[in-house]
């Protein structure tokens, strides 16, 4: 079985919460491209970083992310302001440019881990795909 959210769902998740406009795109069968607009003195740039799902096992997520000393940078700030939020217990960061999100450690995705296996997170053009089995 599997539930779909559009690119567009996300972003506007992402901007409910996080306040913050970030688009979201394909980059392939298991990678999303996220753009964030960072000012630098006078200027605005657009820094991108691609996300990778390396694997999903009992309600946990590894991801993996591309970029230089500049994305790694701002990836571990973006984490260590998320640790001290609701749910920051939830994620890792690990070596070599990846993140654990240990989805089973939230109370309502951990129930809803009783109910299924969570199989596997893909994308395609127009979709984030989430794949998941009833368990027996």
């Known amino acids: 079985m599997q539930f779909r959210l559009t ?8 901007e409910k ?7 979201v795109l394909y980059g392939g ?3 999303v491209r996220i753009a964030y607009d960072v000012n630098m003195l006078f200027k605005s740039a657009s820094v991108g970083v691609d996300l990778t799902v390396e694997s999903v096992q009992d309600g946990n997520v590894i991801l993996s992310y591309n970029g230089g000393m500049g994305i790694d940078f ?13 749910g920051g217990d939830m ?5 070599d440019n990846r993140i654990a999100l240990m989805l089973s450690k939230n109370t309502q995705a ?3 881990f009783e ?3 969570l199989q596997d997170i893909c994308f395609d053009e127009q ?8 368990k027996a």
């Open 74 to 86: 701002m990836v571990r700030t973006a984490l260590g302001h998320a640790k001290n939020q609701p």
């Open 127 to 134: 979709y984030a795909i989430v794949q998941f089995q009833p």
């Open 110 to 112: 951990g129930s809803l």
């Open 115 to 117: 109910h299924i296996d």
């Open 91 to 95: 994620i890792d960061l690990l070596p």
């Open 17 to 23: 919460k996080a306040g913050r406009s970030i688009p």
């Open 7 to 14: 690119y567009q769902e996300i972003s506007e998740l992402i």
């Open 29 to 31: 069968p298991h990678t």
